[in-house]
Antibody, heavy 114, light 109 residues
Framework: QVQLQESGPGLVKPSQTLSLTCTVS??????????WSWIRQPAGKGLEWIGQ???????NYNPSLKSRVTISVETSKNQFSLKLSSVTAADTAVYYC??????WGQGTLVTVSS | QTVVTQEPSLTVSPGGTVTLTCASS?????????PNWFQQKSGQAPRALIY???KKHSWTPARLSGSLLGGKAALTLSGVQPEDEADYYC?????????FGGGTKLTVL
């Protein structure tokens, strides 16, 4: 199993861009899992798939978020990242990164508030 | 919009057997939906249990099994133990996009 750790600001202002990074350890991001995912969970609610990036660099996004989401990978740092633009309070959630859906990070809470 | 439906809650006695199901608004769930199952305990990250309908991770207890049942994906827990009390989520693949079910709260009582 690889280990994943999310990092980034815990507080983002409305209309700004949420940026998170997932650092992968215990394995190479370019030769481990076939794809890497972002998932979120508002407090007391269910899981929502945000999107994924393949080792080839191609991406798939949740259609409901597609216009605001960008997922990228930085192979040299063994990291992949999430950017979500024009955030509102509805984007407040715990954000998880995962290797395929096998190994998960512990999650990081992002609150959208002024 | 595609909706994946799970039982909101189920209760099972210790030592008993329970089956959780996962239905798709698009029709019958098949292996082409690559059903995944996850367990989430309070305050913790989800833990993967099953992928591709019935394949187990190395850490998945033998008493858990995944299958297709009556047009739905299913997760069966046999010999239920108190530590199985948790929320369970299914995940289905729709040709480039994934959709989680709303989750089942399993109570062991």
């Amino acid at each position: 199993q690889v280990q994943l750790q999310e990092s980034g600001p815990g507080l983002v202002k409305p209309s700004q861009t949420l940026s998170l990074t997932c650092t992968v350890s215990g394995g190479s991001i370019s030769s481990g899992f076939y794809y890497w995912s972002w998932i979120r969970q508002p407090a007391g609610k269910g899981l929502e798939w945000i999107g994924q990036i393949y080792t080839s660099g191609s991406t798939n996004y949740n259609p409901s978020l597609k216009s605001r989401v960008t997922i990228s990978v930085e192979t040299s740092k063994n990291q992949f990242s999430l950017k979500l633009s024009s955030v509102t309070a509805a984007d407040t959630a715990v954000y998880y990164c995962a290797g395929e859906f096998s190994d998960w990070g512990q999650g990081t809470l992002v609150t959208v508030s002024s | 919009q595609t909706v994946v439906t799970q039982e909101p809650s189920l209760t099972v006695s210790p030592g008993g057997t329970v089956t959780l199901t996962c239905a798709s608004s698009t029709g019958a769930v098949t292996s082409d939906y690559y059903p995944n199952w996850f367990q989430q305990k309070s305050g913790q990250a989800p833990r993967a249990l099953i992928y591709s309908t019935s394949k187990k991770h190395s850490w998945t207890p033998a008493r858990l099994s995944g299958s297709l049942l009556g047009g739905k994906a299913a997760l069966t827990l046999s010999g239920v133990q108190p530590e199985d009390e948790a929320d369970y989520y299914c995940l289905l693949y729709y040709g480039g996009a994934w959709v989680f079910g709303g989750g089942t709260k399993l109570t062991v009582l």
